[in-house]
């Protein structure tokens, strides 16, 4: 069970959002079994309240039950839009039949958006440039652009007097938030994993826009700003780790590397994952680790996950009716999606009567920008103990020229 009630992050600024513990796949791609939260905070001025961004429309009376314990939603003055993702947005026509005069506070791109998605077209204040801002009376919200995180229409909010950033889905975290609390202060961060929730979140939203990632960061420094609160979308509140926080993002999306090599295989009966132990035995002698992931049994974002710390990608795939196996192929299409790249790799894989796989893997990895390392070893059946020295050898390669070109650590 979880509190129906607001929670508060600072005097006269509230958390209205809620969990989201009964949607398996977020976007229809990722699995969260961890759930999400989707934030919205309420700000309540001496003249004036916002209400910075909403949530999906399926959690919309809690929501709304959450906000009336605060004030009246036919009074609230503006609705924030930092992003119209329908997480955040789905739940705003119902809002708008409980506040009808109620301001929208969005970029062009947004509103655009905002009129195909839910044929309103609500009275608004249309954000331009980084210099607008809007007085609550004693409270002054300064609207940032940042594109691309992670959609083009994208802005960030910045309450001054309080020093708080809200951002929207940058610097998130796949999890849902422990009854009762929003700030990381009243977290066990570690025993709720948030880290590496927010690893995984990264790896399946933001890899993509990562140069973008690193433009925002650059831009909130190169503006001074005075961050003591960051407040995202999803996840936790930050305050304690917050330049640790926005430091991981910009490690991410720079692109620096631990001393591991990501193995991603698909084995029908076995023959291909025969490889593995002899290839985990070449990176260790290269002084790195493997990371594992059989595509049959867990979900691709899993290795996404792991690639965004590793240099070096290693593929197993047996040959599928003259194909690469599909769940391997599926994997390949996210990697480019994702935009992946700039790492070494190699590639491996059994096969019974024709052995293509390997072959087309290693030109689909290279045409997505991975230095491949060595021919791909192709074998023909059950894996003999040349194979196994060959698989030894190939883990080696990979994991010494990747170590060395990325300085991993």
Same mark, same amino acid.
């Given at each position: 069970?979880?509190?129906?009630?607001? =929670?508060?992050?600072? $005097?006269?600024?509230?958390?209205?959002?809620?969990?989201?513990?009964?949607? $398996?796949?977020?976007?229809?791609?990722?699995?969260?079994?961890?759930?999400?939260?989707?934030?919205?905070?309420?700000?309540?001025?001496?003249?004036?309240?916002?209400?910075?961004?909403?949530?999906?429309?399926?959690?919309?009376?809690?929501?709304?039950?959450?906000?009336?314990?605060?004030?009246?939603?036919?009074?609230?003055?503006? =609705?924030?839009?930092?992003?119209?993702?329908?997480?955040?947005?789905?739940?705003?026509?119902?809002?708008?039949?409980?506040?009808?005069?109620?301001?929208?506070?969005?970029?062009?791109?947004?509103?655009?958006?905002?009129?195909?998605?839910?044929?309103?077209?609500?009275?608004?204040?249309?954000?331009?440039?980084?210099?607008?801002?809007?007085?609550?009376?004693?409270?002054?919200?300064?609207?940032?652009?940042?594109?691309?995180?992670?959609?083009?229409?994208?802005?960030?909010?910045?309450?001054?007097?309080?020093?708080?950033?809200?951002?929207?889905?940058?610097?998130?975290?796949?999890?849902?938030?422990?009854?009762?609390?929003?700030?990381?202060?009243?977290?066990?961060?570690?025993?709720?994993?948030?880290?590496?929730?927010?690893?995984?979140?990264?790896?399946?939203?933001?890899?993509?826009?990562?140069?973008?990632?690193?433009?925002?960061?650059?831009?909130?420094?190169?503006?001074?700003?005075?961050?003591?609160?960051?407040?995202?979308?999803?996840?936790?509140?930050?305050?304690?780790?917050?330049?640790?926080?926005?430091?991981?993002?910009?490690?991410?999306?720079?692109?620096?590397?631990?001393?591991?090599?990501?193995?991603?295989?698909?084995?029908?009966?076995?023959?291909?994952?025969?490889? =593995?132990?002899?290839?985990?035995?070449?990176?260790?002698?290269?002084?790195?680790?493997?990371?594992?992931?059989?595509?049959?049994?867990?979900?691709?974002?899993?290795?996404?996950?792991?690639?965004?710390?590793?240099?070096?990608?290693?593929?197993?795939?047996?040959?599928?009716?003259?194909?690469?196996?599909?769940?391997?192929?599926?994997?390949?299409?996210? =990697?480019?999606?994702?935009?992946?790249?700039?790492?070494?790799?190699?590639?491996?894989?059994?096969?019974?009567?024709?052995?293509?796989?390997?072959?087309?893997?290693?030109?689909?990895?290279?045409?997505?920008?991975?230095?491949?390392?060595?021919?791909?070893?192709?074998?023909?059946?059950?894996?003999?103990?040349?194979?196994?020295?060959?698989?030894?050898?190939?883990?080696?390669?990979?994991?010494?020229?990747?170590?060395?070109?990325?300085?991993?650590?």
């Amino acid at each position: 069970m979880y509190s129906d009630q607001p =929670l508060q992050l600072s $005097p006269d600024i509230f958390w209205v959002g809620v969990n989201d513990t009964e949607t $398996p796949l977020f976007e229809g791609l990722w699995n969260m079994p961890e759930g999400v939260s989707y934030n919205s905070y309420l700000v309540k001025g001496s003249e004036k309240t916002a209400l910075i961004d909403s949530v999906h429309e399926k959690k919309a009376q809690e929501h709304f039950g959450k906000i009336s314990q605060i004030t009246d939603i036919s009074k609230i003055d503006y =609705l924030i839009i930092n992003h119209m993702e329908p997480d955040h947005t789905s739940a705003i026509p119902a809002l708008l039949q409980k506040a009808p005069n109620i301001k929208i506070v969005y970029t062009p791109i947004a509103q655009s958006i905002f009129k195909k998605f839910y044929g309103i077209d609500p009275q608004a204040i249309v954000i331009k440039g980084d210099d607008m801002t809007l007085s609550l009376g004693n409270k002054t919200l300064h609207f940032i652009q940042t594109p691309w995180l992670h959609w083009p229409e994208t802005m960030s909010t910045h309450l001054q007097e309080d020093k708080i950033l809200f951002c929207c889905d940058a610097f998130g975290a796949f999890k849902k938030l422990p009854q009762g609390a929003i700030m990381e202060s009243d977290i066990d961060m570690k025993k709720q994993n948030i880290c590496e929730c927010s690893q995984k979140y990264f790896a399946s939203i933001f890899n993509a826009q990562r140069e973008w990632v690193q433009k925002a960061i650059e831009k909130f420094e190169k503006m001074n700003l005075q961050i003591d609160v960051l407040a995202p979308s999803h996840g936790p509140v930050y305050t304690q780790s917050l330049k640790e926080t926005l430091s991981r993002w910009a490690a991410w999306s720079k692109g620096t590397y631990k001393k591991t090599v990501v193995v991603v295989y698909g084995s029908m009966y076995g023959m291909t994952a025969k490889c =593995l132990t002899a290839i985990a035995d070449g990176i260790a002698e290269a002084g790195g680790a493997m990371s594992s992931f059989n595509l049959s049994e867990v979900h691709s974002v899993d290795a996404l996950t792991a690639l965004v710390e590793s240099p070096a990608l290693i593929v197993g795939t047996p040959t599928y009716e003259h194909e690469i196996f599909p769940k391997v192929a599926d994997f390949i299409n996210l =990697l480019r999606t994702k935009k992946f790249s700039n790492r070494c790799a190699a590639v491996f894989g059994s096969f019974g009567w024709s052995g293509e796989a390997t072959r087309k893997t290693a030109s689909e990895l290279a045409a997505l920008g991975f230095e491949m390392v060595g021919e791909p070893l192709s074998i023909y059946g059950n894996p003999a103990d040349n194979d196994l020295q060959k698989a030894r050898q190939l883990g080696k390669a990979v994991a010494e020229k990747a170590f060395s070109m990325n300085n991993a650590k």
